[in-house]
């Protein structure tokens, strides 16, 4: 045992008397004893305590998946044609003969339709619903009179949004994801002052009472505001969720925990393209899927805090409560003695790092070229796999079946870090599997229209690896940084995610003018980035660093006898 560790009167008496033998260290400092990580292992690294904690956070987790990307069907443009007055009566289909020569494009044109020389004189009693009636001129639908396909109904119709209105659509969008700009780094710093339980009670309760109001929005401007509030307040439950779920479990099952956890992101995207196509009336939607979240108002009780935080923080007794909790669920037994070495160890660590509860300042100035990689990451990542999404048209023509196939094709990419990640390392997988992404983008570009079967495959392997690599990204992320600072650097770069979430529906444009324009993209940013990993510390089977310190020494090598001490105990100014 280092003689560091000793209390200073005893390393004063040494010096004093060298002749003397040091006294053997005493047990309470043995630093398998006293970490947080070395009790987690004594309980159970996924024990019956933990296993109730992710299931209560698999809700939130669903919840979230559901309010990020109801736009696509609240706000989705809906199949119609002009009414053409001359020939449609109040029975008339959406598809019928006279579209064939009264409606540009064989019937396809939504806003448009060929001038009839004889309606100005029409008296509704001849018939000039007939070819030679038309001309080669259009018009646009006169008096937004439209047929439609099916009953749904979105914004569009409800709000007399077509046509040249239609980028109010796609505005929706761009919206949602301001909210989530603004509202990531500020749901960030909540659960990093005041706690990952109470950032996603509040969180998710914020964002079903407002998506529930939006619900009754009388007017565009309205859904907008409401849009926006709903992103902002709920948008940070995702990380958080996913950051208490790697502080509760010991290293060998974070994993594991964490890939369950992301797998219910999938499930409630489902959810809502199958609750979207059993209702498709937009209010209806939003009620049916926010109302049941109102649920979360309990998490303020029944969801226990993360130790890790309460530990950084200082709140001591609530921290030993919970492993006491655990421990009792658990069916293991837990010392006072064990409990006592662990707080005593935690405060020697907050009293000798030189940093305060919350320093971002200093964070930033250790850790701006691991942030800046971080956040460029994350922003390809966004790119890539939203951008993939986009193009789904290679898929069934079935808007909610595409969106369930796609989400579907998620839940292998959340469990193949599984196989990788402790066998490879999180930087080697994580770069890995971003040149996989991008190759197979270029690949879609060789393939070509001539083999669709093989394009399709390599879309769908492009999607797999960049979903899996978004898992190994958000592993990595919450590894690299401090416990008081976690949530809130995650978010941080989670938020700068949001400019490649805004660029990814701008990328279809470019293929009007080069169709591989998409593709060469989304492939030279995934290369870039994938190559940029491996400028990250190596995280594999490191103890996750609760100071700025100990963050900032990972990936340096230490001397054998203390890196161990520095990694599960001593803060680093106290290993010399």
Same mark, same amino acid.
Request: aromatic share 12%; net charge neutral.
């Given at each position: 045992?280092?003689?560091?560790?000793?209390?200073?009167?005893?390393?004063?008496?040494?010096?004093?008397?060298?002749?003397?033998?040091?006294?053997?260290?005493?047990?309470?400092?043995?630093?398998?004893?006293?970490?947080?990580?070395?009790?987690?292992? $004594?309980?159970?690294?996924?024990?019956?305590?933990?296993?109730?904690?992710?299931?209560?956070?698999?809700?939130? +987790?669903?919840? $979230?998946?559901?309010?990020?990307?109801?736009?696509?069907?609240?706000? @989705?443009?809906?199949? $119609?044609?002009?009414?053409?007055?001359?020939?449609?009566?109040?029975?008339?289909?959406?598809?019928?003969?006279?579209?064939?020569?009264?409606?540009?494009?064989?019937?396809?044109?939504?806003?448009?339709?060929?001038?009839?020389?004889?309606?100005?004189?029409?008296?509704?009693?001849?018939?000039?619903?007939?070819?030679?009636?038309?001309?080669?001129?259009?018009?646009?639908?006169?008096?937004?009179?439209?047929?439609?396909?099916?009953?749904?109904? &979105?914004?569009?119709?409800?709000?007399?949004?077509?046509?040249?209105?239609?980028?109010?659509?796609?505005?929706?969008?761009?919206?949602?994801?301001?909210?989530?700009?603004?509202?990531?780094?500020?749901?960030?710093?909540?659960?990093?002052?005041? *706690?990952?339980?109470?950032?996603?009670?509040?969180?998710?309760?914020?964002?079903?009472?407002?998506?529930?109001?939006?619900?009754?929005?009388?007017?565009?401007?309205?859904?907008?505001?409401?849009?926006?509030?709903?992103?902002?307040?709920?948008?940070?439950?995702?990380?958080?969720?996913?950051?208490?779920?790697?502080?509760?479990?010991?290293?060998? !099952?974070?994993?594991?925990?964490?890939?369950?956890?992301?797998? %219910?992101?999938?499930?409630?995207?489902?959810?809502?393209? +199958?609750?979207?196509?059993?209702?498709?009336?937009? !209010?209806?939607?939003?009620?049916? &899927?926010? +109302?049941?979240?109102?649920?979360?108002?309990?998490?303020?009780?029944?969801?226990?805090?993360?130790?890790?935080?309460? /530990?950084?923080?200082?709140?001591?007794?609530?921290?030993?409560?919970?492993?006491?909790?655990?421990?009792?669920?658990?069916?293991?037994?837990?010392?006072?003695?064990?409990?006592?070495?662990?707080?005593?160890?935690? !405060?020697?660590?907050?009293?000798?790092?030189?940093?305060?509860?919350?320093?971002?300042?200093?964070?930033?100035?250790?850790?701006?070229?691991?942030?800046?990689?971080?956040?460029?990451?994350?922003?390809?990542?966004?790119?890539?796999?939203?951008?993939?999404?986009?193009?789904?048209?290679?898929?069934?023509?079935?808007?909610?079946?595409?969106?369930?196939?796609?989400?579907?094709?998620?839940?292998?990419?959340? %469990? +193949?870090?599984?196989?990788?990640?402790?066998?490879?390392?999180?930087?080697?997988?994580?770069?890995?599997?971003? /040149?996989?992404?991008?190759?197979?983008?270029?690949?879609?570009?060789?393939?070509?229209?001539?083999?669709?079967?093989?394009?399709?495959? /390599?879309?769908?392997?492009?999607?797999?690896?960049?979903?899996?690599?978004?898992?190994?990204?958000?592993?990595?992320? @919450?590894?690299?940084?401090?416990?008081?600072?976690?949530?809130?650097?995650?978010?941080?770069?989670?938020?700068?995610?949001?400019? *490649?979430?805004?660029?990814?529906?701008?990328?279809?444009?470019?293929?009007?003018?080069?169709?591989?324009?998409?593709?060469?993209?989304?492939?030279?940013?995934?290369?870039?980035?994938?190559?940029?990993?491996?400028?990250?510390?190596?995280?594999?089977?490191?103890?996750?660093? &609760?100071?700025?310190?100990?963050?900032?020494?990972?990936?340096?090598?230490?001397?054998?006898?203390?890196?161990?001490?520095?990694?599960?105990?001593?803060?680093?100014?106290?290993?010399?």
């Amino acid at each position: 045992m280092a003689a560091s560790e000793a209390p200073p009167a005893e390393a004063t008496v040494e010096v004093e008397l060298p002749s003397q033998p040091p006294p053997p260290p005493p047990p309470a400092k043995d630093p398998e004893d006293v970490t947080l990580d070395a009790i987690l292992k $004594h309980l159970g690294q996924f024990g019956r305590f933990q296993l109730i904690i992710f299931l209560l956070i698999c809700l939130p +987790m669903m919840f $979230h998946a559901m309010f990020s990307v109801t736009y696509v069907f609240t706000a @989705s443009t809906v199949t $119609h044609r002009c009414s053409i007055e001359e020939c449609d009566t109040p029975d008339s289909k959406f598809y019928e003969k006279h579209i064939e020569w009264s409606i540009p494009r064989n019937g396809n044109d939504p806003c448009n339709r060929y001038t009839n020389r004889d309606l100005p004189q029409w008296n509704e009693t001849s018939d000039i619903c007939l070819p030679e009636h038309y001309t080669a001129e259009t018009e646009a639908c006169p008096g937004n009179k439209f047929i439609f396909r099916d009953n749904e109904v &979105t914004i569009s119709n409800d709000f007399d949004i077509y046509c040249d209105d239609e980028w109010k659509l796609s505005m929706v969008g761009t919206i949602n994801n301001l909210g989530q700009f603004f509202g990531i780094p500020i749901g960030g710093f909540v659960a990093d002052r005041y *706690g990952r339980s109470f950032s996603i009670a509040l969180g998710g309760i914020m964002g079903a009472v407002l998506g529930i109001v939006r619900s009754y929005s009388p007017s565009y401007v309205w859904f907008l505001i409401f849009e926006f509030l709903d992103n902002m307040t709920s948008s940070t439950l995702y990380s958080t969720c996913f950051v208490i779920g790697i502080e509760l479990v010991g290293p060998r !099952r974070r994993v594991l925990a964490c890939s369950v956890i992301t797998v %219910f992101y999938a499930v409630g995207e489902v959810g809502l393209a +199958m609750f979207a196509k059993a209702f498709p009336d937009w !209010r209806i939607l939003l009620r049916i &899927t926010y +109302m049941p979240s109102l649920i979360l108002l309990a998490y303020f009780w029944i969801l226990p805090e993360s130790v890790r935080w309460l /530990l950084s923080q200082g709140k001591e007794e609530r921290a030993k409560g919970i492993l006491r909790r655990a421990a009792k669920v658990n069916k293991r037994r837990l010392s006072e003695t064990m409990l006592d070495k662990l707080v005593l160890a935690n !405060r020697d660590k907050l009293e000798q790092s030189a940093e305060s509860r919350f320093p971002i300042r200093e964070a930033f100035k250790n850790f701006k070229w691991r942030i800046a990689n971080c956040s460029f990451c994350w922003i390809v990542h966004v790119l890539v796999y939203y951008g993939l999404s986009l193009n789904v048209v290679l898929l069934d023509g079935d808007k909610y079946n595409n969106f369930a196939y796609i989400a579907l094709v998620e839940i292998p990419g959340f %469990f +193949m870090p599984l196989l990788i990640m402790d066998r490879f390392g999180r930087r080697y997988s994580l770069c890995g599997l971003m /040149l996989l992404s991008g190759l197979c983008c270029i690949g879609t570009i060789f393939a070509g229209a001539d083999q669709p079967v093989l394009q399709l495959v /390599l879309f769908l392997i492009g999607k797999l690896t960049i979903t899996a690599s978004f898992q190994v990204l958000y592993f990595f992320a @919450s590894e690299i940084y401090p416990t008081n600072l976690r949530n809130s650097l995650l978010s941080f770069c989670s938020m700068m995610g949001r400019f *490649g979430s805004m660029l990814a529906p701008q990328t279809p444009l470019l293929a009007k003018y080069y169709a591989s324009a998409p593709a060469l993209i989304f492939a030279g940013a995934a290369i870039v980035s994938g190559l940029l990993t491996l400028f990250f510390p190596e995280t594999t089977n490191v103890v996750l660093p &609760t100071t700025v310190q100990e963050a900032d020494a990972i990936g340096v090598k230490k001397k054998p006898s203390q890196a161990k001490d520095l990694d599960l105990v001593v803060p680093a100014n106290q290993s010399q």
